[in-house]
Protein backbone atom coordinates (compact mmCIF):
# COMPACT_ATOMS: atom_id res chain seq x y z
CA UNK A 1 0.00 0.00 0.00
CA UNK A 2 0.97 3.53 -0.45
CA UNK A 3 0.08 6.06 2.18
CA UNK A 4 -0.48 9.25 0.58
CA UNK A 5 -0.18 12.58 3.04
CA UNK A 6 -1.69 15.91 1.91
CA UNK A 7 1.47 18.51 3.05
CA UNK A 8 -0.85 21.83 1.66
CA UNK A 9 -3.17 23.78 3.45
CA UNK A 10 -5.32 23.36 0.47
CA UNK A 11 -7.20 19.98 -0.58
CA UNK A 12 -5.33 18.65 -3.41
CA UNK A 13 -7.14 16.50 -6.17
CA UNK A 14 -5.30 13.28 -7.67
CA UNK A 15 -6.09 11.03 -10.77
CA UNK A 16 -5.91 7.06 -9.68
CA UNK A 17 -7.21 3.93 -11.67
CA UNK A 18 -10.54 3.24 -11.15
CA UNK A 19 -11.64 -0.15 -9.09
CA UNK A 20 -14.99 -0.59 -11.10
CA UNK A 21 -13.37 -0.96 -14.44
CA UNK A 22 -10.28 -2.10 -15.84
CA UNK A 23 -8.73 1.00 -18.21
CA UNK A 24 -10.90 4.09 -16.64
CA UNK A 25 -9.69 6.65 -14.05
CA UNK A 26 -11.30 8.50 -11.29
CA UNK A 27 -9.95 11.48 -9.20
CA UNK A 28 -9.52 11.30 -5.04
CA UNK A 29 -9.77 14.48 -2.99
CA UNK A 30 -7.96 14.35 -0.36
CA UNK A 31 -8.04 17.34 2.30
CA UNK A 32 -6.22 20.23 3.54
CA UNK A 33 -3.68 19.87 7.00
CA UNK A 34 -6.34 21.97 9.01
CA UNK A 35 -9.17 19.20 8.23
CA UNK A 36 -7.01 15.97 10.79
CA UNK A 37 -7.87 13.96 7.53
CA UNK A 38 -4.77 14.29 5.30
CA UNK A 39 -3.90 11.30 5.32
CA UNK A 40 -4.86 8.21 2.46
CA UNK A 41 -3.98 5.02 2.01
CA UNK A 42 -3.95 3.42 -1.43
CA UNK A 43 -3.74 0.23 -2.95
CA UNK A 44 -0.32 -0.22 -5.17
CA UNK A 45 -2.11 -1.35 -8.33
CA UNK A 46 -4.24 1.85 -8.67
CA UNK A 47 -1.26 4.52 -8.87
CA UNK A 48 -0.49 6.03 -11.86
CA UNK A 49 2.09 8.63 -12.77
CA UNK A 50 0.43 11.46 -11.95
CA UNK A 51 0.98 10.86 -8.30
CA UNK A 52 4.92 10.83 -8.59
CA UNK A 53 4.28 13.98 -10.65
CA UNK A 54 2.69 15.84 -7.49
CA UNK A 55 4.89 14.40 -5.21
CA UNK A 56 7.64 16.10 -7.41
CA UNK A 57 5.68 19.60 -7.35
CA UNK A 58 5.71 19.43 -3.59
CA UNK A 59 2.01 19.08 -2.70
CA UNK A 60 1.99 15.31 -1.48
CA UNK A 61 4.45 13.28 0.27
CA UNK A 62 4.02 9.11 -0.69
CA UNK A 63 5.68 6.13 1.60
CA UNK A 64 5.03 2.40 1.36
CA UNK A 65 2.98 0.67 3.91
CA UNK A 66 3.65 -3.21 3.78
CA UNK A 67 0.18 -4.81 3.30
CA UNK A 68 0.31 -7.20 6.96
CA UNK A 69 0.55 -4.46 8.78
CA UNK A 70 -2.62 -3.28 10.23
CA UNK A 71 -3.50 0.58 9.72
CA UNK A 72 -5.11 2.86 12.37
CA UNK A 73 -9.38 3.71 10.91
CA UNK A 74 -8.92 -0.29 8.85
CA UNK A 75 -10.23 -2.31 11.35
Known amino acids: MIEITNICKHPVQLIIKSKK ?9 IPGIGAKKNIYNLEDERSTAYIERVEKMGLIR ?14
Open 21 to 29: KVDSFTTLN
Open 62 to 75: TRYVPNNILIEGEK
